[in-house]
């Protein structure tokens, strides 16, 4: 692995100052592994009790207007953890709730703070703010896309599996924004990827066109089809997320007979490799998306997942905002 000195004198840290974090897509597939490596890096650096402290009188202002644990726990943290400091926004509490619009709230924060993390509802919302922004801004979740999740999973499956390329990663449920952020991380790191979906609930279909070509050039592949135990055969990684997510909970009970046939449970995961690890980017509904056994059993690496979102926006913050 890369050590500090290496990661930061590079062409790549250079490119990544004073951008945004706004999807996966953006980013090359060189500079999506250098963010993975100097997560790790940081990780390492903080286990060791060393500190690094590259945002010292920084500050970052965390919009929410949706709820969250991981998200605001760990930019705060990880905030705190580089010598910054971060502001707890909440959409009821800022002149946006009452109306004022995103571009001037923007520009109002852009004269405080030295970065924005937003999570909102749609994904035109974030690219608005960052539009108007003259600071970095970080998409925190969306209803399109969780860059920040789909860091830290990558993250997390190279350190349980020791390499990307060439694993087959299964995802089982709804198509939202977290597979949409997968399959963009598979098509850019070089793995294969199945979807299985309920009819009317596949991801965007012209996310996947557009990630085809990128296939093309890694060696990665993705596939959507229906039954879920096409999409687990042989799978190194098995995911799955809620079946309505937040904005969605008018639609729960619909979709929970949508989805039925599309619960990781013991049954399911025989069909994947022996080995295979269990993903969820949390909060989870046991008896729903997954089965209590699953979830808490010995192939489940959940809890890795929620702690590399520390260091991989460890990483996102420091590289951009440094
Ligand atoms: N996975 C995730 O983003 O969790 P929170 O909604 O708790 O932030
Ligand atoms: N798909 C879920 C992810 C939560 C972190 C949601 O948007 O609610």
Redesign the pocket.
């Known amino acids: 692995m890369p050590q500090l000195s290496e990661l930061l004198n590079g062409e790549i840290a250079a490119s990544l100052k004073g951008r945004d974090f706004l999807a996966l897509v953006d980013f090359t597939p060189e500079e999506i592994r250098w963010l993975i490596d100097f997560a790790i890096e940081l990780k390492r650096l903080h286990k060791a009790g060393e500190p690094f402290q590259p945002l010292k009188g920084k500050t970052l202002g965390m919009i929410f207007e ?9 930019f705060e943290v990880g905030m705190y953890q580089l010598g910054g400091y971060a502001l707890f926004l909440s959409r009821n509490d800022l002149q946006l709730g009452r109306g004022e619009t995103i571009a001037d709230t923007a520009r109002t924060m852009s004269r405080y703070l030295d970065g924005i993390m937003i ?1 909102t509802y749609a994904h035109r919302t974030v690219i608005e703010l960052a539009r108007a922004a003259t600071i970095p801004v970080i998409n ?2 969306t209803d399109y896309a ?1 860059p ?2 789909a860091l830290a999973d990558y993250q997390t499956i190279l350190e349980h599996k020791g390499r990307l390329e060439g694993l087959k990663i299964a995802y089982i449920g709804d198509g939202n924004n977290m597979v949409h952020s997968l399959l963009v991380g598979a098509a850019k790191l070089g793995l294969h990827m199945s979807i299985a979906s309920p009819e009317g609930y596949e991801p965007d279909p012209e996310l996947i066109r557009q990630m085809q070509e990128t296939c093309g050039e890694t060696g990665a592949s993705i596939r959507v089809v229906r039954d879920p135990r096409e999409a687990i055969e042989d799978a190194d990684v098995v995911y799955t997320d809620v079946w309505a997510s ?1 904005g969605f909970e008018a639609e729960q009970e619909k979709r929970r007979i949508a989805f039925a046939n599309y619960q990781v449970n013991e049954d399911l995961v025989r069909y994947a490799k022996p080995d295979f690890v269990f993903m969820h ?3 989870a509904k046991r008896g729903e998306e997954v089965s209590a056994g699953v979830i808490d059993g010995d192939h489940s690496i959940v809890f890795d ?2 702690e590399n ?1 520390l260091h991989a926006q460890k990483a996102i913050m420091a590289a951009i905002m440094s």
């Open positions: 949706k709820s969250s644990t991981r998200t605001r726990v760990s999570r925190g979740l969780h920040c999740q937040m980017c949390l909060p997942q929620a979102r």
